[in-house]
């Protein structure tokens, strides 16, 4: 059975039910901040998520019109965890706890599919070799588009 395409508002609903899933590991009142707003952007492909110190929690729009719902889960998952300790915190040894805590892979961060790299990146060149490994070169985007246009 195929899967229907991620849509902005399922976005902000798995926002919504992965903060009760994670609050269920560590009560969001015990968090360094709450999620106060989230939205779907697609001004910006740099970037999977956001999270800020005024609790904005951002989710690329790179997701809408796809089926990638693990990635999804991973990336809101990895931004909960900077709200649990706080976005001070980066990604260091408290923040890997956290994100290890609410279900985040350790290699999520990489797993992204070809299609999402190339709406985040001006060029990749990937090579594939005989042993089966992926090598990627990639170079990020410089200016600012509406992610709807490519």
């Known amino acids: 059975m195929a899967h229907d395409m991620i849509t902005e508002q399922y976005i902000h609903d798995q926002i919504y039910a992965l903060t009760v899933e994670c609050n269920m590991c560590l009560p969001v009142k015990e968090w360094f901040m709450y999620v106060k707003e989230s939205t779907v952007n697609n001004k910006n492909p740099l970037w999977l998520g956001y999270s800020d110190s005024n609790g904005m929690l951002s989710i690329s729009g790179i997701f809408v019109g796809t089926e990638h719902y693990s990635l999804l889960d991973q990336v809101i998952r990895h931004e909960l965890a900077h709200f649990a300790v706080g976005v001070h915190e980066g990604h260091n040894k408290i923040w890997k706890h956290h994100a290890e805590l609410f279900g985040v892979h350790s290699d999520a961060t990489f797993a992204a ?21 992926y090598f990627y070169s990639l170079q990020r985007r410089k200016m600012k588009r509406d992610l709807n246009k490519r």
């Open 113 to 133: 599919p070809v299609d999402i790299l190339i709406k985040m990146f001006k060029y990749v060149v990937m090579v594939h070799t005989e042993s089966g490994e």
